[in-house]
């Protein structure tokens, strides 16, 4: 099965709004990293988020991770109508690093 | 310039022939990896390669094959495609070896598809 999970698997929002996706794993992690993807081209990272530190910020992003509900979010503050693409999180094991697992991504809409 | 390319963008290919995808990355990375997405959108890593070390996903089929000439370039070799191999392919790319520790930089992706 898959290691982290989306949620919501769709999402659609007007610009200007805040968007956020939540994570979901069933393990123990090393890293849990953020990427976006736009249709048809590959994943570009966002945000890594290692296992001891709980928030973290890149522009208009936030990312939180909680250990203890084996859960991680990614905000978007005031959106646009570019940042529509799906968003995925991964994670790693800390018995075998080389385990990484990604989920099926949250599809994002903004509407202009 | 382009830090992880992949070519071909597209393959269409007959069942059981033998193709190959090439990836070349420019960013002077140690690790390599090759990544399969399916219709359902998740991402599964097939194999990560680093410095002759090679790790393989143990659910990938044998029929695949990575091969690497040199340190910027690892190739994915697909022996007797299966109608289940249509997805599209990623290759990728990080400094540190292994996991999530560093930043993947992905290619654009080869879209195979088998018929």
């Known amino acids: 099965s898959q290691q982290g999970e989306e949620d919501p698997q769709a999402l659609s929002i007007q610009e200007g709004e805040n968007a956020t996706m939540n994570c979901s794993y069933k393990t123990s992690i090393n890293n849990l990293q953020w990427y976006r993807q736009n249709s048809g081209r590959g994943l570009v990272h966002l945000i890594l988020i290692r296992s001891n530190e709980r928030e973290k910020h890149s522009g208009r992003l936030r990312v939180t991770l909680d250990t203890s509900k084996k859960s991680s979010s990614l905000l978007i503050t005031a959106s646009r109508a570019a940042d529509t693409a799906s968003y995925f999180c991964?994670?790693?094991?800390?018995?075998?690093?080389?385990?990484?697992?990604f989920g099926a991504g949250t599809r994002l809409t903004v509407k202009p | 310039d382009t830090a992880v390319s992949q070519t071909p963008k597209y393959l269409v290919t007959q069942m059981g022939n033998d193709k190959s995808i090439k990836c070349e990355q420019n960013l002077g990375h140690d690790t390599m990896y090759w990544y399969k997405q399916d219709s359902k959108k998740f991402l599964k890593i097939m194999f990560s390669?680093?410095?002759?070390?090679?790790?393989i996903n143990e659910t990938v089929p044998n029929r695949f094959s990575p091969k690497s000439p040199d340190k910027a370039h690892l190739n994915l070799h697909i022996n007797s495609l299966e109608l289940g191999d249509s997805a599209v392919y990623f290759c990728?790319?990080?400094?540190?070896?292994?996991?999530?520790?560093?930043?993947?930089?992905f290619g654009p992706g080869t879209r195979l598809t088998v018929l």
């Open positions: 390669y680093n410095n002759k070390e090679l790790i």
């Open positions: 991964a994670t790693d094991a800390p018995y075998n690093n080389n385990d990484m697992r």
């Open positions: 990728a790319s990080s400094q540190v070896a292994g996991g999530l520790a560093d930043t993947q930089y």
